[in-house]
């Protein structure tokens, strides 16, 4: 790789934008496992070379392939080259962290919502107030980035033993406990201060547990663990409901009712099924164009 020069970067950014080539960047990661290949700035946009499907030809044509030949040319003099629709630009300290997962087992290390717009995990835990507020009461989000023990937060998946207990829900079978289920027995106990936190994800399954804040159970002035066990043992005495529909089920129902469906299609194209969590699912054909551009 070439010593990375300003100048060469300059004059192909100014191509990138002749061409359409719409490009953002970053100077550091807050992705986790993240670095950087060269001495230039991480570069991300959509590397894809432009084209269109022929159906007199049966073939894709491209039209355009400046994309391919600008990132080979950056990669070359030090930039770093990510997927624009992968990743999200930190709006407190600019560094860039990931939206789409990687790999079976990665969690987001950030997040976005209208008041804080996009936020990296590195700033979350300089300050996690805003982030926190933002996962209460919400049964859609999760914690992936702090220790919320160290935010007067106590996990309620604690057994006679003290030892956590995640709940699961996947496809594995019996996986049915669900944050909506559980969220809605917490209100009927007048708790809203709860966070659901991930603690592992699998390729078809995730486990997960729920933390209260210690105001709910009475207890802002104490950390003795004895006497915080002791209310969340009380709070247990009713064991809180979790199970909702089996995903396993569902995803069986599904695959039956799309192997019913597609037997049924005719004509020329490519045959799509989407499975949907009540057990149905939505069967289609594709044409190839619209099936390498991507199914809306």
């Not at 807050?30 to 991300?44: Q, S, T, V």
């Not at 499907?53 to 049966?58: K, R, V, Y």
């Not at 300290?93 to 790999?103: D, I, P, Q, V, Y």
Request: proline content about 3%.
């Amino acid at each position: 790789m070439s010593e990375f020069n300003e100048e060469r970067f300059r004059l192909l950014l100014e191509i990138a934008e002749d061409r359409g080539l719409d490009i953002m960047i970053a100077e550091e990661y807050a992705e986790p496992g993240y670095a950087k290949d060269g001495d230039g700035p991480i570069l991300f946009a959509n590397w894809n070379d432009r084209g269109h499907w022929d159906a007199e030809a049966n073939e894709y044509v491209y039209t355009d392939t400046a994309p391919s030949r600008l990132s080979n040319l950056l990669e070359k003099i030090g930039c770093t080259l990510e997927w624009s629709d992968e990743w999200e630009f930190c709006s407190q300290c600019t560094k860039a962290f990931r939206t789409s997962g990687n790999s079976y087992g990665w969690t987001k290390y950030g997040y976005e919502d209208e008041y804080s717009g996009a936020v990296c995990g590195d700033c979350v835990q300089e300050d996690p107030a805003d982030y926190l507020e933002y996962l209460q009461g919400a049964c859609q989000k999760a914690n992936t980035i702090v220790e919320l023990d160290e935010h007067d937060y106590v996990c309620l998946n604690v057994d006679e033993t003290g030892c956590i207990r995640s709940y699961q829900n996947g496809l594995y079978g019996g996986q049915c406990d669900t944050p909506q289920t559980i969220a809605a027995d917490l209100r009927t106990r007048n708790v809203e201060n709860f966070v659901f936190s991930i603690e592992g994800v699998g390729q078809f399954d995730t486990e997960f547990t729920v933390w209260i804040h210690k105001s709910e159970l009475g207890l802002e002035s104490t950390d003795d663990w004895d006497v915080v066990y002791g209310a969340i043992l009380n709070f247990l005495e009713t064991p809180i409901k979790s199970a909702g529909p089996d995903p396993a089920t569902a995803m069986c129902n599904a695959l039956q009712d799309a192997t019913a469906q597609m037997s049924k299609l005719q004509g020329e194209g490519i045959r799509y099924a989407e499975c949907k969590e009540d057990g149905t699912a939505d069967v289609r054909m594709v044409s190839p164009a619209e099936f390498i551009e991507g199914i809306k």
